[in-house]
């Protein structure tokens, strides 16, 4: 359930630029920004969309959330729709275009930024009196944009969230003279151990196993976008840094050879084959491994993510223009209530809830002493301060120009310096296309 659009945001909010849907007019602002007029009694009918969830697992969930709601509130009905997981950005869009989108909708942070832009998406904050009180700060802040209102206003609850956990192999750890009850906590720790790693094995052992990406320049300070929000801005310094560190890590054989070409078969791979001995996932991948690898689980040890934790988060979004705003408003509050995200997370595990309530509960407060309690706690920790680096406007497209470029410079075919500054230029100029 760890999901990434198909279509990238920036196609997304391109055409419906080209549909006409006033991005920044005084209408679209004015349906975003209003306050939802409360009422008694709940009456008529809304639409409930998510996306990719109507199956044997948790239909049974939907249907009877939907059918409690309605009998707390007689005269009222939700008619439930599911989107398939491919194309979902498109059908978004479809529905933005059409004026079909639906009352409340389940969207990820990049296409809720593309919707927000053209004012079909209501203002939380303004709405929901107890919204930075109930909901987790790191979460909510995934749904605010700099460049929409000014960054002041919250688009979506957040809903089912997920961070990463530091995975240790403490049996290889221990074979190269490390311990895996002092694991890296920072990058620069993670680059002295695998040092440490590479010399005692005589270069067969690796610690480190993957290229760097955007969350590790976000991860030396550096800010990715403008102060407006409108553009690119991460070849600094620091990032340059941090990419000379890589560099000379993979030239001293830190890590597998192969890690920048088509051979390479991913972090996660390698570590359950047992030939690196780090690698990152959710809250429950020792659970996992007991069934999947159940050689490797006793010797996995978890740990927090280096520096700043990423943040994986699913939302539930309420559309400005609804014809039943109260009703709307009520049901996606219900929907991602401290209750029933409880619930909805017992259904996903490696997901965790989005509200503050929940950490009252003995699963994320306190662990039973086990590898996968402390993992647990870990998550739940590690995820009140994560952050989801990625910003709404970054595609798959400048994904790939800045893998390339990353490449070049750890193979001395480019600086650091350059390869970022042509990463940056390259992506801000597919911003204007």
């Known amino acids: 359930m760890r999901r990434t659009t198909a279509v990238s945001a920036i196609a997304v909010a391109a055409t419906l630029l080209a549909a006409g849907c006033g991005v920044g007019s005084k209408s679209s602002s004015a349906a975003a920004n209003k306050t ?48 398939p997981g491919d194309g979902y950005a498109t059908k978004v869009t479809s529905q933005v275009t ?50 929409v209102d000014g960054g002041g206003s919250f688009f979506a609850f957040p809903w089912y969230l997920g961070t990463d956990v530091s995975y240790w192999n403490k049996t290889m750890m ?67 840094a941090m990419l000379d560190e890589y560099t000379a890590a993979f030239k001293a054989g830190y890590l597998p050879s192969n890690v920048l070409d088509n051979s390479y078969e991913g972090n996660s791979k390698l570590f359950s084959k047992q030939e690196v001995a780090w690698t990152t996932g959710g809250g429950n991948l020792i659970t996992s491994l007991k069934q999947d690898n159940p050689s490797l689980a006793p010797n996995v040890v978890p740990s927090p993510a280096l520096d700043t934790a990423p943040l994986y988060v699913q939302g539930l979004s309420v559309a400005s223009k609804s014809k039943n705003l109260p009703l709307a408003l009520a049901f996606a509050e219900y929907v991602a209530d401290n209750d029933n995200q409880v619930a909805f997370i017992k259904l996903a595990p490696g997901f965790l809830p989005g509200t503050t309530a929940s950490a009252n509960d003995p699963q994320y407060s306190k662990s039973d002493g086990t590898p996968q309690g402390d993992a647990s706690v870990i998550a739940y920790k590690d995820m009140q301060t994560a952050v989801n680096f990625t910003p709404p406007i970054w595609t798959d497209a400048m994904n790939t120009i800045l893998a390339q470029e990353i490449a070049k410079a750890m193979t001395g075919k480019e600086s650091s310096k350059q390869a970022l500054d042509n990463t940056v230029r390259q992506a801000n100029a597919l911003l204007t296309q």
């Open 36 to 83: 939802v007029a409360t009422t008694a009694a709940l009456s008529g009918s809304i639409t409930f969309q998510t996306w990719s969830l109507k199956n044997d697992k948790f239909t049974p969930y939907f249907t009877k959330l939907i059918s409690d709601f309605k009998a707390a509130h007689p005269g009222t009905d939700v008619n439930w729709i599911d989107q």
């Open 98 to 147: 059409t004026g079909s989108l639906p009352d409340v909708v389940n969207l990820p942070p990049d296409i809720a930024h593309s919707v927000a832009k053209t004012g079909n998406l209501l203002d939380l904050k303004k709405n929901v009196p107890a919204l930075e009180t109930d909901w987790v700060k790191s979460g909510l802040s995934a749904y605010n944009y700099q460049d």
């Open 174 to 240: 221990a074979k190269d003279g490390l311990d895996a009850a002092k694991p890296p906590k920072t990058f620069g720790e993670l680059v002295q151990q695998a040092k440490v790693m590479h010399d005692a094995s005589g270069g067969k052992d690796y610690l480190m196993s993957r290229a760097p990406g955007l969350s590790d320049i976000a991860n030396t300070g550096t800010k990715l976008l403008s102060a407006d929000g409108t553009k690119f801005a991460f070849a600094t310094d620091q990032a340059a």
